[in-house]
């Protein structure tokens, strides 16, 4: 099996294209994930560098956040789903529906994006994440158990301090959820928030084991499963992620830094 990462553009968006691409490269990723441009011409401008540069593209969708009314939500997630899978990238990952839907208005929306990946040939995952469906473990379970199929982003920091804790009291929910990831997003986040200032510090090194267990966990699934790839992005995001100190605003570490060495830990415990 592959093992591929990528790098996310989160954070590094006020970089010319060409500018952040050269980045990506020198640092040794793969390929890169990001949300792209609803302009075609942009959009095409971003596909045709990456993939001249011999990356590999990842899609996101994460806009659909700022229309919370359902019916604008669902209108959205048509319209972001579309102009993502028309960049013909391995898969999207995309930010589904809300915690405060129902169940039958997220199903709603799990099947049109089901739909839209299948007309493209383009497999849709949807990302762990608070506020989304997938908020909370308790909310997530639910839809494995109607939906068999359907494919996750496993991004565990956000259970972390949606749940309080580092999951350990709730060995089946892991058991149900891991089986359905299909891609990994490599932040190491806390009780209290979803991301760990330094994931190399000491203090945070129970943190750091509890996140490699879990994605060791998934690639062994995924190996088991015949996959012939398997991805994982580094997402130390920026600022409010990236905690800072009061009064001067300094940040209290690089999130670029911390993806890049996030990648050659996920390098040397994968393919090595």
């Not at 899978?85 to 589904?96: E, Q, Y």
């Not at 158990?145 to 580092?166: F, G, K, V, Y």
């Not at 994605?215 to 995924?222: F, G, P, T, Y």
Request: with cysteine; charged share 20%.
């Amino acid at each position: 099996m592959d093992i591929l990462i990528f790098a996310p553009h989160w954070g590094s968006n006020a970089l010319a294209p060409h500018v952040f691409i050269e980045r990506v490269l020198q640092a040794g990723f793969d390929g890169i994930e990001m949300s792209l441009p609803l302009d075609g011409a942009e959009r095409d401008q971003w596909t045709g560098l990456i993939a001249g540069a011999g990356l590999q593209l990842i899609a996101q969708q994460w806009e659909t956040v700022f229309h919370p009314e359902f019916e604008d939500h669902r209108a959205a997630l048509q319209r972001y789903l579309n102009n993502a899978c028309a960049a013909r990238p391995l898969f999207v990952n995309s930010h589904t529906g809300k915690d405060f839907y129902t169940f039958e208005q997220n199903c709603e929306l799990l099947a049109l994006a089901e739909r839209i990946g299948a007309a493209h040939g383009v497999p849709v995952y949807h990302e762990i994440h608070r506020s989304r469906f997938s908020g909370h473990p308790a909310l997530t379970l639910p839809y494995l158990r109607a939906l068999p199929d359907l494919a996750l982003t496993a991004d565990l920091s956000h259970w972390c301090c949606a749940c309080e804790s580092l999951l350990q009291d709730q060995p089946q929910t892991l058991a149900a959820a891991l089986p359905h990831a299909r891609h990994i997003h490599a932040r190491v986040g806390h009780a209290q928030g979803p991301q760990v200032s330094d994931f190399r510090a000491p203090e945070w090194a129970a943190e750091l084991d509890a996140h490699l267990a879990w994605w060791d966990n998934i690639v062994a699934l995924r190996r088991a499963a015949g996959a012939t790839v398997m991805t994982l992005t580094p997402e130390f995001g920026p600022a409010p992620y990236t905690a800072a100190l009061p009064y001067s605003g300094k940040l209290v570490s690089d999130a670029w830094e911390l993806n890049v060495a996030m990648r050659a830990l996920l390098d040397k415990r994968y393919r090595r």
